[in-house]
């Protein structure tokens, strides 16, 4: 004997509603045909109602259970239809008021909605397909096996394949396995059978069908990086011509003047002081020429900063006194101490008073040097911040121009040196005019997570 008895198959739903209705029907049947046999009725009259009677509980037994089966048969189409994704197909019949009427509404609404839902959802795939396809920027997508699934048009043109033959290829066969390792993102120089030169490397992780996937982004830097370059040397050769232009010109000039005069013979009375005059240009002229140079040559050969605990308003207690030329007031702020480059922080905040103690020489207006920690910044930032009432910017666009200036005898290059100082602390520099009154204000900004420490001792004093 086996170990256990097979279990008997259970009657379907339907069969059981028919069985229900039959046992609902049986009672009253059965009185029925015991009154019409025991009764004084004829053989012909008792046959007849007894088929009658049979026929009656029968037809409503199968009556009941069409009622009850059909809705259900059409209520699993549906889902069904919709498990195929066919979505075109509704309840006939549906209607409010009725228990059943109402489950046929909710599922036409159903599928209606699902039926958008897949629409917009196609479209989105169909964009996000044109999208991929369009874009100059190489996508690869890997599983957990680092087999390719998916690859766009720039992407098999970067590997000069097509599509179809690159799907479904390991990483390393493709020599992309070094783009799937290491940090990201990051630069890289290498080639490929498409394309040669500098390449940003990104990744990200997501999962599909519940298997996890990774997206990888390469981008071409090298035509964006020539451009560039090309436009900065442009601007650098202007730059430099003008400069360069404006004193040899006079030189020049000044050369041919003294060249004529040493030439008359007999030379005139005065030549010796036109000499020591035409000498004296050139010599003026070379100097600011040197100094230009200089001034380049520092701007290019900024060095990194070296990093040491600086208290804030040590610095700025330090420049402000180092102004003589007019009063800077302070508004004090908690006590911290950062890391920073002394020498460079004190030369970007030189440069800011300056700039601002020029400014109100106009307008006879003051200066005032502050810090704080902004709230609710993310991440945590601390800013110093320079205001003046002065008359303001008037030229925005040329502020961080290497030197452009408007000051007579300005070098043009300490905004872009501050600029300078203080991306390589991690923070930025903003110069905008004053929406309070006239004037302008100077905000350097680091992340505090360069603080060293943090020690709030209350305000600082003035």
Same mark, same amino acid.
Do not use: C, M
């Given at each position: 004997m086996g170990s256990a008895h097979a279990r008997e198959p259970r009657l379907s739903h339907d069969r059981r509603i028919l069985l229900m209705a039959l046992a609902s029907a049986l009672p009253g049947a059965s009185i029925s045909l015991i009154f019409l046999?025991? $009764?004084?009725? +004829? %053989?012909? /009259?008792?046959?007849?109602? +007894?088929?009658? &009677? &049979?026929? #009656?509980c029968l037809g409503f037994a199968f009556a009941l259970r069409e009622r009850v089966v059909l809705p259900l048969q059409?209520?699993? @189409?549906?889902?069904?239809?919709?498990?195929?994704g066919d979505f075109s197909i509704r309840a006939r019949g549906a209607r409010g008021g009725d228990p059943l009427g109402e489950v046929m509404v909710e599922v036409n609404a159903l599928v209606e909605t699902l039926r958008h839902q897949r629409l917009d959802a196609l479209e989105a795939t169909t964009l996000l397909r044109k999208v991929m396809a369009e874009i100059d920027v190489a996508v690869f997508t890997f599983d957990e096996e680092h087999e390719l699934k998916f690859v766009n048009r720039a992407g098999a043109r970067l590997l000069s394949q097509r599509a179809e033959r690159l799907l479904g290829r390991h990483a390393v066969e493709l020599d992309l396995a070094d783009c799937l390792s290491g940090e990201a993102p990051r630069v890289i120089n290498t080639a490929f059978p498409g394309g040669v030169g500098r390449w940003e490397v990104r990744r990200s992780q997501f999962r599909q069908g519940g298997r996890p996937h990774e997206l990888l982004v390469l981008s071409d830097l090298s035509q964006p990086l020539r451009e560039e370059e090309r436009q900065a040397w442009q601007r650098l050769i202007r730059v430099i011509g003008h400069e360069m232009n404006n004193s040899l010109a006079p030189i020049k000039s000044i050369a041919g003047s003294l060249s004529t005069i040493l030439e008359r013979e007999p030379p005139p009375s005065d030549w010796r002081d036109d000499v020591q005059r035409g000498l004296g240009v050139i010599a003026s002229r070379s100097e600011s020429l040197s100094r230009f140079m200089s001034a380049y040559a520092r701007l290019a050969k900024l060095p990194p900063p070296k990093l040491t605990p600086l208290d804030v308003h040590a610095v700025v207690d330090r420049v402000v006194t180092l102004e003589k030329a007019h009063h800077i007031s302070v508004a004090p702020g %908690?006590? #911290?101490? /950062?890391?920073? *480059? $002394? *020498?460079?922080?004190?030369?970007? !905040? &030189?440069?800011? &008073?300056? @700039?601002?103690? *020029? =400014? /109100?020489?106009?307008t006879g207006g003051g200066v005032q040097v502050g810090w704080q920690r902004l709230p609710g910044s993310e991440p945590p930032t601390m800013e110093l911040w320079v205001e003046d009432e002065g008359p303001g910017l008037s030229n925005t666009g040329n502020l961080f121009v290497p030197f452009f200036t408007t000051k007579p005898g300005g070098s043009g290059i300490g905004l /872009? !040196?501050?600029?300078?100082?203080?991306? =390589?602390?991690? $923070?930025? !520099?903003?110069?905008?005019n004053r929406e309070d009154r006239s004037g302008c204000r100077a905000s350097l900004r680091l992340p505090l997570h360069a603080v060293a420490q943090v020690r709030v001792e209350g305000l600082a004093p003035a």
């Open positions: 046999w025991t $009764g004084d009725y +004829t %053989p012909k /009259v008792q046959w007849t109602l +007894t088929v009658l &009677i &049979i026929t #009656f059409t209520l699993s @189409n549906l889902l069904a239809a919709l498990g195929e %908690p006590r #911290f101490s /950062v890391q920073g *480059d $002394g *020498d460079q922080l004190e030369q970007l !905040l &030189i440069n800011l &008073i300056r @700039n601002a103690v *020029d =400014a /109100v020489r106009e /872009v !040196l501050s600029r300078q100082i203080a991306e =390589a602390h991690g $923070g930025s !520099l903003v110069l905008e």
